[in-house]
């Protein structure tokens, strides 16, 4: 039998089974922040009825782990989690399942079957790539090139002891122009270092000298990224 | 969307105004005949975790003809940018105005959320008075507890429903639909409803009053309209429509669970507690029904929790079979059981134990009174040794925090009735120190929370004048003064709430324009601390000519025409008269299983009246 391990005891207990999960975060379900949709997983896998595996102790939870929070407000067409389950589950059953409860504006799109011992997508994130829509924009292939040209480019963060000034340049891996007013920025995240898009978009929209209004400029996070080396390889671009 | 994402962004919880809940009904409204708006007067937390909603959403869903959608208070947030950009209430399913609707039904939970009501009737543009409505403007009516005295909000509401949904909603919705394919008028549909049980159309009705100002004649000036309206209920609550689902909202509401009814209305005959009174006679529902109904509801939702919901669902009476039932139900499930307070005994413990409630939880009790005096005279039977016992029997399992709630301003209530409360509570903290050290691992931690007696219409002490608000403030003043113990903390209510709730609660139709005033001047989310402003009240009745204490503070006599005396809810006048009687001599009325007392509930021929 694979998988099953002999403890000390010579008792015999079964490793969980992993996946990780590709889905998108859209429509009416922007507004709607990282705890609550955490609650509407855990709901919607009790609904399909999968069998997932909980933690041990007092308050047992589900064992399932988000990549990276999405702000409230940004929509993603590339969000990942990882859940175990109790037994190995076909990824179509756990996709069509899944899709079957969850509201409009959350879908599964991809299932994988991952290695028990693959490390959590949190700890392999190193990047994420958002598509912004600016709401005014002026000259603003310069200033894509005047912001990668600087080598530091300093701003204030909010950071866990308040506000600090900080050096945000090597944070940011590059941005092209889609067009007249669409962007995409890929910026660290994760452990190496966490950068909010709108602290770029703010920087930019500076540089090209137009006002920034955060309500009206809109974000979608486009996927996630591990390294694998020295490669930006895609969360989902399962081996 | 009718609200753009900038807007969304800016307000606080966005997802209050999105829908798209789990389970949220969705219908093509080009598809059915009426058009049904149910009206929530308050923030969507509160009002997605009332049972009531969920009940007539799907009640009314279920019909092919009908599309039930919901409408919640706007926050002040929100409201602000509609006024500013005239953007019209709106539904959460389809996310469209609810001006063209059929039908805009109110609930009436309690009467500080009067305000809430006409904000909503205004931002919805429709007129907030009935008689200034066209044939372009939904039907308004409401329904639920505060509809028992209809009469404030007569002049505003088309009808009134009084009684359970389930009974007529489906026969009011039919004569609609008739009316309509004959090009009925709204005033048409009204006369039409006039012989639907349950109904209160407030227009067929004239009011004259005394010099006095008291209640001269109440009578009705259409011969199709009853003198009396009998409230209807539910006959069989096993066999009556129940909902298979529950809206399961996105964010953090009140109540995350399940929530199952376990049993409709109270045997206990507690004399201030209109709900114990209106909602006669008990009717439960059986294990079998009980246990089918939690399973679907879990199945349906994916919730991790189930509550059970009743008057004091403690007096079920298979509670124990339930328990345990719904423990072997869902243990293995991950789905938690969260308990009522019930009455603290070896069995209750083991329970709370099982359930895993936990030490981390508080014991609660409701002795509503100091002393075992004013207790019998408000009829609630919990006694000092109950108290004290069942607190002696958890300390020694580990709890070590107990809730407890009063109210001041009893009738019959005196200085020593007030004490007795500080007293109760310190015996409390003695008997836990009585415990040998090693079972006290933390400090004892008591809560009392005391509430200003509101008397409320269809109870014994509907005639009975409320202290004034200078009164209220000086026995919590002075109960303040009396605790002396670290462990014992006090929170009390707002007098000045209290006693416009008065106002309210037992008002006619001369007290409309004070709250019409009062919202016109700023009145909103009364109920809420933060936002409640006495001073707009003040200005309100100042400006209608309202004295406060003619309704609040007043003795009624016996005799005197009482602003609800058209509605008859099972319960006879005669009945609550012999009640107040009992209550000054202090003596105690049994619970409905022990022994009736013919209160009139009997006339339904239903439930507890007929139990073997």
């Known amino acids: 039998m694979e998988n099953v391990e002999r403890s000390l005891l010579g008792r015999a207990f079964v490793l969980n089974s992993k996946y990780r999960l590709k889905f998108s ?31 041990q102790g007092f308050n047992p939870h589900q064992l399932m782990s988000f990549a990276l929070p999405l702000s409230l407000g940004v929509s993603s067409i590339g969000e990942y989690l990882d859940i175990e389950l109790e037994i190995e589950v076909d990824e179509n059953i756990i996709k069509d399942k899944l899709n079957e409860v969850l509201p409009l504006g959350v879908s599964i799109i991809d299932v994988a079957h991952i290695e028990f011992s693959k ?120 081996e | 969307m009718m609200i753009p994402d900038e807007i969304l962004l800016q307000v606080e919880k966005p997802a209050r105004y999105i829908g798209n809940e789990i389970n949220m009904v969705v219908k093509d409204p080009k598809s059915v005949d009426i058009r049904f708006g149910f009206c929530f007067p308050d923030v969507y937390e509160v009002g997605m ?17 009908v599309y039930c959608e919901r409408i919640f208070c706007p926050w002040t947030d929100m409201e602000k940018i509609m006024r500013e950009k005239s953007y019209p209430l709106f539904s959460l399913e389809t996310l469209e105005s609810i001006k063209s609707f059929d039908f805009l039904g109110f609930t009436l939970q309690y009467e500080m959320s009067y305000t809430n009501i006409i904000n909503m009737l205004d931002l919805a543009s429709v007129p907030i008075y009935s008689k200034d409505r066209d044939e372009s403007d939904p039907i308004i009516f409401a329904g639920g507890p505060c509809a028992y005295n209809p009469e404030p909000l007569a002049e505003i509401m088309d009808f009134f429903y009084l009684g359970e949904g389930e009974v007529s909603l489906d026969l009011i919705m039919d004569i609609y639909k008739e009316n309509k394919a004959v090009s009925g008028t709204r005033d048409t549909f009204l006369e039409k409803i006039l012989s639907v049980d349950g109904v209160y159309v407030p227009k067929f009705y004239e009011v004259t009053y005394k010099d006095t100002g008291e209640i001269n004649s109440f009578i009705p000036n259409n011969p199709k309209a009853p003198k009396k309206i009998k409230k209807v209920i539910v006959k069989d609550v096993d066999k009556v429509f129940y909902p298979e689902k529950q809206l399961v909202p996105l964010i953090e509401t009140i109540h ?45 939702s994916g919730h991790e929790e189930i509550s059970l919901v009743s008057l004091s669902t403690g007096d079920y009476k298979e509670f124990e079979k339930l328990a345990t039932g719904l423990l072997d139900e869902f243990s293995n499930k991950k789905v938690s059981i969260s308990l009522p307070s019930l ?148 929170t009390y209510h707002d007098a000045k709430l209290s006693v416009l709730e008065g106002l309210i609660a037992r008002g006619d139709r001369r007290i409309t324009k004070v709250i019409v005033r009062a919202w016109e001047l700023g009145a909103r989310f009364d109920g809420w601390t933060e936002h409640f402003k006495y001073d707009v009240w003040v200005q309100a009745l100042e400006d209608c000519g309202i004295d406060i204490k003619f309704y609040a503070n007043r003795k009624r006599e016996y005799d005197e025409i009482l602003p609800w005396d058209h509605i008859d809810i099972g319960v006879t006048k005669k009945y609550l008269i012999n009640e107040m009687e009992k209550a000054t001599a202090e003596v105690i009325t049994e619970n409905c299983r022990d022994f009736c007392g013919k209160c009139g509930a009997q006339s339904f021929g239903e439930g507890i009246c007929v139990e073997q």
């Open chain 2, 343 to 490: 009455r603290i005994d070896a069995f209750s413990l083991e329970l709370m134990e099982k359930v895993q409630e936990v030490r981390k939880s508080s014991l609660t009790f409701a002795p509503e009174a100091g002393t075992q005096r004013l207790r019998d005279v408000v009829n609630k039977g919990i006694t000092e040794k109950d108290i004290l016992d069942g607190c002696k029997l958890a300390f020694s399992g580990g709890w070590s925090r107990v809730k407890l709630y009063f109210m001041v301003g009893l009738p019959t209530e005196t200085e020593e009735d007030i004490l007795g409360i500080a007293s109760l509570s310190e015996s409390i903290v003695s008997k836990y120190y009585e415990m040998p050290k090693e079972l006290r691992k933390k400090p004892v931690a008591v809560t009392i929370g005391s509430s200003c007696f509101v008397p409320k219409p269809f109870t014994p002490f509907q005639w009975f004048p409320q202290d004034e608000i200078e009164i209220f403030m000086e026995k919590q003043r002075m109960l303040k003064r009396t605790i002396k113990s670290k462990q014992i903390r006090y």
């Open chain 1, 25 to 55: 975060k859209t429509d009416r379900m922007r507004f709607i922040g990282h705890l609550d949709l955490m609650t509407l997983f855990r709901r919607s896998i009790k609904k399909a009825v999968l069998p997932v595996a909980y933690s």
């Open chain 2, 256 to 300: 995350d669970r399940v929530t199952l009814e376990v049993f409709r209305g109270c045997m206990r005959g507690c004399r201030f507690c209109q709900a114990g009174y209106v909602y006669r006679p008990v009717r439960e529902k059986k294990y079998e029904t009980l246990i089918e109904q939690s399973k679907t509801l879990i199945e349906t």
């Open chain 2, 49 to 65: 975790s009332h049972l009531g909603l969920q009940i007539l959403y799907y009640f009314l869903n279920r019909r092919e003809d």
């Open chain 1, 119 to 238: 490390k959590t997508a949190a700890s392999l994130l190193v990047g994420a790539v958002y598509s912004v829509k600016l709401d005014k924009v002026d000259n603003l292939d310069n200033a894509i090139l005047e912001l990668l040209s600087k080598e530091e480019i300093v701003v204030e963060k909010k950071t866990k002891k308040g506000l600090a000034m900080t050096d945000i340049r090597n944070d940011i891996y590059d941005i092209k122009k889609i067009d007249e007013f669409t962007i995409e920025l890929f910026i660290a995240t994760g452990s190496q270092g966490n950068l909010k898009p709108d602290v770029v978009v703010a920087y930019l929209c500076q540089l090209m000298n137009v006002v920034y209004d955060k309500y009206k400029v809109k974000y979608e996070r486009i996927d996630l990224y591990e390294s694998i080396n020295g490669k930006f390889v895609r969360l989902g671009d399962w």
